[in-house]
């Protein structure tokens, strides 16, 4: 059972279009097991809007108080009135899932390890993969829902840009949580392209899973609100993103605690501002 954290470090990689393609391909793979999209993207909402436009409990409200179950749906992508997958869930973010800080900060930070401690444990029992869409931007979200998961894949384009935000954000992760990556995805790779340099580079942060072509079929599937590998299972970006599943079902990932990674984030933290002070 693993909990994978899909991360983009700049806005308009793909980061959602592979995570909604990952967790379709991973419920195809293991018909017999349940697999579950969280979106935690709370500003775009791209899984909510595609893949269960319906509901009526999210994740912050789950912090709130409100019973996980009610938060948790089946996907509702469907075929003739069927649906297209039966053991896909999603849990919508449904907005802002932090609540504003109120009195001693030491004291909401403990009481959000707790939270998605208890609710990471029970999702462990329920299902096979869990799959995390993260915000694009840097945020307290955002380090939350990196610190859960036992591993991260990292989406990124073929440019400069990208790629050199990708090692850094995978090194700061890695010194602030000790978030294991375990694979990257190079995505939007155009015809023709030598991407062999950007490829290397990848690499140094986790093995390169897999590169995703090009490919104007996954513009028209958004438009149109729906995954691409969902309207356009035969498209070679569909196509690219089952090979990645397929490696990525190999993998051995192990558990990891999250209570531990926050508190080391903290504890990093502390040490960056001591020497701010006594410099």
């Known amino acids: 059972m693993s909990v994978i954290s899909v991360v983009g470090t700049k806005g308009g990689v793909g980061k959602s279009t592979f995570s909604m393609g990952l967790a379709i391909s991973l419920a195809k793979l293991f018909p017999k097991n349940w697999v579950l999209l969280v979106d935690g993207d709370?500003?775009?909402?791209?899984?909510?809007?595609?893949?269960?436009?319906?509901?009526?409990?999210?994740?912050a409200q789950v912090l709130e108080g409100k019973p996980l179950e009610e938060a948790i749906?089946?996907?509702?992508?469907?075929?003739?009135?069927?649906?297209?997958?039966?053991?896909?869930?999603?849990?919508?973010?449904?907005?802002?899932?932090?609540?504003?800080?109120?009195?001693?900060?030491?004291?909401?930070?403990?009481?959000t390890k707790r939270k998605f401690d208890q609710i990471i444990k029970k999702l462990r029992k329920r299902f096979e993969y869990i799959v995390i869409?993260?915000?694009?931007s840097m945020s307290f979200e955002h380090l939350i829902l990196t610190a859960v998961a036992d591993?991260?894949?990292?989406?990124?384009?073929?440019?400069?840009?990208?790629?050199?935000?990708?090692?850094?954000?995978?090194?700061?992760?890695?010194?602030?949580?000790?978030?294991?990556?375990?694979?990257?995805?190079?995505?939007?790779?155009?015809?023709?392209?030598?991407?062999?340099?950007?490829?290397?580079?990848?690499?140094?942060v986790a093995p390169l899973l897999g590169i995703i072509p090009e490919d104007p079929l996954v513009g028209d599937a958004f438009r149109k609100n729906m995954p691409?590998?969902?309207?356009?299972p035969r498209t070679v970006a569909s196509k690219a993103i089952q090979e990645i599943a397929t490696k990525v079902a190999r993998l051995s990932i192990k558990p990891s605690k999250v209570p531990e990674k926050?508190?080391?984030?903290?504890?990093?933290?502390?040490?960056?501002?001591?020497?701010?002070?006594?410099?």
């Not at 926050?262 to 410099?279: C, D, F, H, V, Y």
């Open 262 to 279: 926050i508190e080391r984030a903290l504890q990093k933290t502390a040490e960056l501002l001591s020497k701010g002070e006594e410099s």
């Open 133 to 136: 869409d993260t915000p694009a």
């Open 42 to 59: 709370m500003h775009i909402r791209s899984v909510e809007l595609k893949m269960c436009p319906d509901y009526d409990v999210t994740l």
């Open 228 to 232: 691409v590998l969902a309207l356009y």
């Open 73 to 111: 749906y089946l996907s509702q992508l469907e075929s003739e009135g069927e649906p297209l997958y039966p053991n896909l869930a999603v849990l919508p973010a449904g907005g802002r899932f932090l609540p504003v800080i109120r009195g001693d900060f030491l004291s909401f930070i403990e009481e």
């Open 151 to 204: 591993g991260l894949i990292f989406v990124a384009e073929p440019n400069d840009d990208s790629v050199e935000a990708t090692i850094n954000t995978a090194r700061g992760l890695k010194e602030f949580m000790d978030v294991r990556p375990v694979g990257t995805v190079l995505n939007k790779v155009p015809r023709g392209v030598d991407v062999r340099e950007w490829g290397k580079k990848l690499s140094a």
